[in-house]
């Protein structure tokens, strides 16, 4: 079924090419083994398959240790395992707080991708990347068309930070950039803590 839907795609492109009176190149069996080949999951999602399961969930504002909100979530592979689906909920002092990543990596490209949502909103935002920083944290970009931002000449950018070393507890941390100046500053917006939790048996384990 998949590799109908593959040779469809490329089908697709020929025509293309043949109505702009390009010349059509088709792939060889080679190419197409090897398209077929990034359909599927790879190693890298066989590492956020390790992040399933059920966790405590702390979010920290502003940079600051502080714990702001706490609560619970889960985690679990989707999509014949190609994405981690995480869900959290978690309360603070003034409200609760309700929201979802996926977790994915783009085969094609060779990056990181991810999509968040939450209700302090109606629109989601993605970023997408594989900069690996000094300690190997992994660093995902993104924008955001902010119509409250923009009117005041300001431009909406973000940086999403991945902590994948321990499978008992990730992070995902947001900053955000100052677009106004060159140095494009990073300033720390929030940070989600997800620390696994240990089943009955775990607890008394010396």
């Known amino acids: 079924m998949m590799l109908r839907f593959v040779s469809l795609i490329s089908l697709c492109l020929l025509s293309v090419s043949s109505a702009s009176g390009a010349e059509p190149g088709r792939p060889s069996k080679e190419e197409m083994k090897t398209l077929l080949e990034k359909t599927k999951p790879g190693p890298e999602h066989e590492e956020l398959a390790k992040f399933s399961g059920d966790w405590i969930v702390e979010i920290q504002m502003g940079g600051r240790d502080r714990i ?69 944290r992994i660093r ?28 008992d507890k990730l992070t995902i941390e947001v900053l955000f950039l100052d677009t106004r100046t060159e140095k494009r500053k990073e300033m720390p917006g929030m940070k989600f803590i997800f620390t696994r939790k240990q089943e009955e048996g775990d607890k008394n384990k010396p």
Do not use: C
């Open 140 to 167: 995902l970009w993104g924008k955001d068309e902010d119509p409250y931002m923009k009117k005041m000449g300001l431009k909406k950018e973000f940086l999403h930070v991945l902590d994948l070393r321990n499978p």
């Open 68 to 136: 702001a909100s706490a609560g619970g979530g889960t985690s679990y592979m989707t999509l014949e395992n190609r994405f981690l689906w995480i869900g959290y909920h978690t309360r603070g002092r003034n409200a609760e707080f309700k929201g979802s990543f996926q977790i994915g990596f783009d085969r094609r490209h060779e990056e990181y991708i991810l999509i968040a949502m939450d209700n302090s909103g109606t629109y989601f935002v993605t970023s997408q990347g594989n900069e690996k920083t000094k300690d190997g």
